[in-house]
C-alpha cells in the first residue's frame, strides 16, 4: 500500500509516529520507555534540521487515531475515541476533529488509569510500577497473566493442549480461540477480559461523550465474541445519553494506521 516511487521534491514532508508521550504541537518527545536518551527530546527540530524538509511527530496511537479519523473506521466522525489492545492499553482522543495531544504529548494514556483497587490493597501491579492500571487487567499481556495464574490450580481447560503443556506460551489469541469453541474456563477468562474492558472504555466515554469507538491491536482481531461482548457490558457502566448511538467497531487500517495518521499530521500542518 505504501510504496512509492517518490523523489525528494515531491515529498511533502516527514511525519513519525512514537512509541511514548509526545507533544504534536511542540514537537518535542516527553520519553520514550524503549528508546533511551529520547528524555525530552526535541525529535521534530532534530529531524528537520537533519532533513531540511517539513517534519511532524505525535505519539504512535494518537497517529493512529488520527489515521483511522482521515482514510479509516473514523471518517465523517468529529468526537471519535481510539483504543489499541496490544501488549498494553493506548489511547487517542480527537474532539471536534482536532487531536488531544495533552500539555507533554501524553493525553488518552487511558492504559494507566486506575481501575482497581477495593478489595484489594493496590490492584495488580503494573509496567508503569504503578497499581491498579487498567492495562495490568485487560491488555494481551495482562489477560495471558490471568490465564496462567488460573492454570496454575486448574487442569480443565484445553489451553494446556493448545499450548503444548507449558503455560508460558499461553496467548490471549488461544484463549479466545478456545473460548469460540466453548471452553468453559476460557470463557470465564473471556468474560474477566470483558468487564474490565467495558469499564474502562465506558469511564472515558463517560466524561468524552464520543460518537464513536475505534478499537485496535492484536485483540481486537478476536471479533465479534470480543465487540458483542463489549456492546453487551458497556451499558451497564454508561449513562444512557453516552450509550445512545454509541458505535463500538474495529479499525480498519490495522498495523498501518499510525503510518497514515502520522501522514495526517503533515496534512493538517499544510491545510
Ligand atoms: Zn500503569
Known amino acids: 500500500m505504501f510504496d512509492v516511487d517518490a523523489s525528494r521534491d515531491t515529498v511533502m514532508g516527514i511525519g513519525v509516529g512514537v512509541p511514548g508521550p509526545t507533544n504534536t504541537d511542540t514537537g518535542i518527545v516527553f520519553s520514550c520507555a524503549n528508546i533511551p536518551g529520547f528524555e525530552q527530546f526535541p525529535l521534530q527540530k532534530r529531524l528537520e534540521e537533519e532533513t531540511k524538509m517539513i517534519v511532524r511527530v505525535g505519539n504512535d ?8 479519523a482521515w482514510l479509516g473506521a473514523g471518517i465523517g466522525y468529529k468526537n471519535i475515541l481510539g483504543i489499541m489492545l496490544g ?4 489511547g487517542g482522543i480527537i474532539i471536534d476533529g482536532k487531536l488531544v495531544s495533552g500539555a507533554n504529548g501524553a493525553a488518552a494514556e487511558v492504559g494507566h488509569m486506575k481501575i482497581k483497587s477495593s478489595g484489594e490493597l493496590y490492584g495488580k501491579l503494573c509496567g508503569c510500577g504503578q497499581y491498579g492500571c487498567w492495562e495490568a487487567y485487560c491488555s494481551s499481556l495482562a489477560l495471558e497473566r490471568e490465564a496462567r495464574m488460573r492454570m496454575e490450580v486448574n487442569n480443565n481447560t484445553m489451553l494446556w493442549e493448545v499450548c503444548g503443556g507449558d503455560a508460558t ?12 469453541q466453548g471452553d468453559k474456563f476460557c470463557l470465564l477468562l473471556v468474560d474477566y477480559e470483558l468487564n474490565y474492558l467495558a469499564k474502562g472504555i465506558a469511564n472515558i466515554a463517560n466524561i468524552l461523550n464520543p460518537e464513536i469507538i475505534i478499537i485496535g491491536g492484536g485483540l481486537s482481531l478476536a471479533g465479534d465474541i470480543l465487540f458483542d461482548g463489549l456492546r453487551d457490558r458497556m451499558y451497564k457502566y454508561t449513562m444512557a445519553a453516552i450509550y445512545e448511538n454509541l458505535k463500538i467497531i474495529p479499525s480498519k487500517l490495522g498495523n498501518e494506521s499510525g503510518i ?3 501522514c495526517a499530521l503533515l496534512k493538517l500542518h499544510n491545510a
Do not use: L, R, S
Not at 506460551?169 to 469460540?180: H, R
Open 61 to 68: 496511537v494518537n497517529c493512529g487515531t488520527m489515521g483511522e
Open 87 to 90: 501488549t498494553g492499553i493506548g
Open 169 to 180: 506460551q499461553v496467548t490471549a489469541k488461544a484463549v479466545f480461540e478456545c473460548a469460540k
Open 260 to 262: 497514515v495518521g502520522a
